[in-house]
């Protein structure tokens, strides 16, 4: 199959019609919601005691309330029901903590081949984005395959309401390997989507993030 290999002046060497179209083969994760209700606790009034005193007391201030931040829109997916299916048996990807992004947390999780990364911002229940980033460098055909088949399952379930979304990735991704443009965009259920070329390195990189 051929792939992208990184240098300054490409002459289409990527064609990405010979990526495999098909998902990863898996369950559809299981997606762990927990809801939670908090209840104001209200503390009984003190009981008034008579004291003498040459001038009223000041008044106390009142309680400040704290509010709790407003989080962003989300893409509708939690970390576990993407980051559970690549950590199956058989795809093996190893997640860990890194550092926040834009005061966002943030879990990256790399491919045992260590050519392709996910990576997930956000709330665990309600992520902001999720992106997954592969190097197409590696001439191996069979290593190749495998980083499709990553790709296609990435949008099955980073992006389960996008119809049509393997299809419009191999499409534009063919493209791009055969034009000028570095990146293409689209949207889809207030989602947006942006797909990019990096020819000097050979990487392709896939975003979903909320509008």
């Known amino acids: 199959m051929p792939v992208l290999v990184g240098g300054k002046k490409p002459k289409k060497q990527f064609k990405a019609g010979g990526w495999i179209a098909v998902g990863l083969g898996l369950p559809a994760a299981l997606i762990l919601v927990a809801i939670g209700n908090w209840q104001e606790n209200k503390s009984e ?68 081949n260590g050519l392709a990364t996910i990576e997930l911002i956000g709330p665990p229940d309600e992520l902001v984005s999720a992106t997954i980033m592969i190097d197409a460098s590696n001439a191996n055909t069979g290593l190749q395959e495998q980083n499709a088949i ?34 293409t965009y689209t949207t889809f259920s207030d989602k947006s989507v942006e797909l990019s070329l990096l020819r000097d390195i050979g990487i392709i990189s896939l975003s979903i993030t909320a509008d």
């Open 150 to 183: 990553y790709t296609l399952g990435f949008i099955k379930y980073a992006a389960p309401e996008w119809v049509g979304g393997q299809d419009w990735f191999q499409r534009n991704l063919d493209r791009l390997a055969e034009g000028t443009s570095n990146e």
């Open 45 to 112: 009034p003190a009981p008034q005691v008579a004291v003498r005193q040459s001038s009223p007391a000041p008044a106390a201030p009142a309680p400040v309330r704290s509010v709790a931040p407003v989080q962003p829109e989300g893409i509708g997916v939690s970390r576990t029901a993407i980051q559970s299916v690549f950590e199956r048996p058989g795809v093996d990807f190893q997640f860990e903590r890194t550092p926040n992004s834009g005061g966002q947390q943030r879990v990256r999780g790399t491919s045992p």
